[in-house]
């Protein structure tokens, strides 16, 4: 094994601390001779227990070896992935290279671990071989993760040369890409600058648009801006706003649902971070994906500047806005800045000539959107049929007649009409169950 892992050439960039090259380097010590036993199998524990951890965050199942190794090629980076998501596997010197390092993975996929296991007297290799996963809640790992690892892993294990490695993987590379975009559909950011990297959402909510009641129109123009712009057409930036609760936030959280299989990812980032926002759009201008960076909730004070950050990627500076970026924000509030009696006043001098001028600075950012959509809270009477249709989603048993009744009490005590409510309503009562609802 250690022989094989040294020869890698494309996708020998395994990470310094990769479980695959402690354990060849074990496997190393263990044919050479003269170790202390001791000591070897605590080694092997440790890397078994970070296989398994690995696994239990990505939904490992079946032969964990496997899906390890698998794991490691949907997630490297190299000349060779980078090509294959942009135009596939085309024909090329380094695809020489690039089959010699399948026929050493094909070799790790085979590799015979039980003259190991006999000598120190282990098992811990066959057992992670036929591995039988314990169930889980969803929320503790990664859907897509584990979906695509155990697809791909099961076809390659069936491969009788490297060949066929190249073959299924470079379909794979050019259907989802590599790495962390490839198998995740939503993200957040951290750190700044070359330091910025971007963190999977594992327990993104799985709605999808149907799933919200009502907002027919709404949705209608964020789907066919989206699909514009998933096709390569021209789109627009988008604000959602209106009132608390209408289902802005859930609208733009779908659409990733609805079209991660055609390349779609989203990138959520907050009011604190927009200086970052230019590395952001450097990391994922190249990347043969469609991302909308999503900004929720957003609104400015007076006092606050981060605005000019976000106008200048809309806008476009000296580096444009990438063709592969839209930026989808949601807000209660048509204008996005808070305007001041001061604010109107133009014989007040405060670094600008006019502050008329700032004023129209500050709202001109919610212009820079090209798609408005306004999203109002619902009428008493669409409010109530929001609750029937959430009570019959989710077989609540009460009479029409008091489930409305209540649906209105709880309505004045937390203040509004909306479909956030009327969930929060509908949740209470599902569990009182208070006979068939008719």
């Not at 975009?181 to 957040?188: K, Q």
């Not at 000019?308 to 924000?329: H, Q, S, W």
């Amino acid at each position: 094994m250690y022989r094989d892992v040294a020869r890698l050439l494309m996708y020998s960039d395994l990470g310094e601390d990769s479980i695959l090259l402690r354990l060849s380097e074990i496997l190393r010590d263990w044919e050479r001779g003269g170790f202390d036993r001791d000591e070897l199998v605590r080694r092997i524990s440790k890397e078994i227990k970070r296989l398994l951890e690995l696994g239990t965050v990505c939904g490992f199942d079946e032969n964990l070896w496997h899906c390890y190794l698998t794991w490691l090629l949907m997630t490297n980076r190299n000349a060779f992935t980078l090509t294959c998501e942009r135009s596939g596997g085309r024909e090329g010197t380094v695809n020489g290279f690039v089959k010699a390092d399948f026929a050493f993975f094909l070799r790790l996929f085979r590799y015979d671990f039980s003259p190991i296991e006999k000598d120190l007297g282990l098992d811990c290799f066959t057992v992670i071989s036929h591995y039988s996963a314990l169930p889980k809640r969803e929320r503790m790992y990664n859907r897509d993760v584990s979906w695509q690892v155990r697809v791909l892993s099961r076809a390659l294990a069936q491969a009788r040369d490297e060949e066929d490695v190249f073959s299924l993987l470079t379909s794979y590379y050019r259907q989802y890409g590599f790495g962390l975009f490839a198998m995740n559909r939503a993200f957040r950011i951290q750190g700044h600058g070359r330091e910025l990297e971007f963190l999977p959402i594992t327990n993104v909510d799985r709605v999808m648009l149907e799933d919200l009641l009502g907002y027919e129109k709404q949705k209608e123009e964020l789907r066919r801006n989206t699909e514009a712009f998933l096709d390569g057409r021209h789109a627009n930036n988008v604000l959602l706003y209106g009132d608390a609760g209408t289902g802005k936030s859930t609208s733009v959280k779908a659409l990733v649902n609805e079209y991660f299989s055609r390349g779609l990812r989203m990138i959520e980032i907050y009011k604190h971070q927009f200086g970052d926002l230019s590395a952001v759009l450097a990391q994922v201008k190249n990347r043969n994906y469609r991302f909308i960076i999503f900004i929720d909730d957003l609104s400015f004070e007076e006092n606050e500047v981060e605005y000019k950050f976000l106008k200048a990627v809309i806008e476009g500076g000296v580096e444009t806005r990438p063709d592969n970026v839209l930026i989808y924000a949601t807000s209660n509030r048509r204008h996005l800045i808070r305007e001041t009696w001061n604010d109107r006043t133009d014989m007040e001098h405060h670094g600008d000539i006019h502050r008329s001028d700032t004023v129209e600075e500050k709202l001109s950012l919610s212009a820079r959107f090209g798609v408005t959509i306004n999203y109002n809270a619902p009428t008493p009477k669409e409010y109530q049929s929001i609750v029937l249709a959430l009570a019959r989603r989710q077989g609540v048993r009460m009479e029409e007649k008091e489930l409305l009744a209540l649906a209105n009490a709880w309505e004045v005590r937390h203040g509004s009409f909306s479909g956030r409510v009327a969930q929060q309503f509908v949740n209470y009562v599902e569990g009182l169950n208070r006979g068939p609802f008719t």
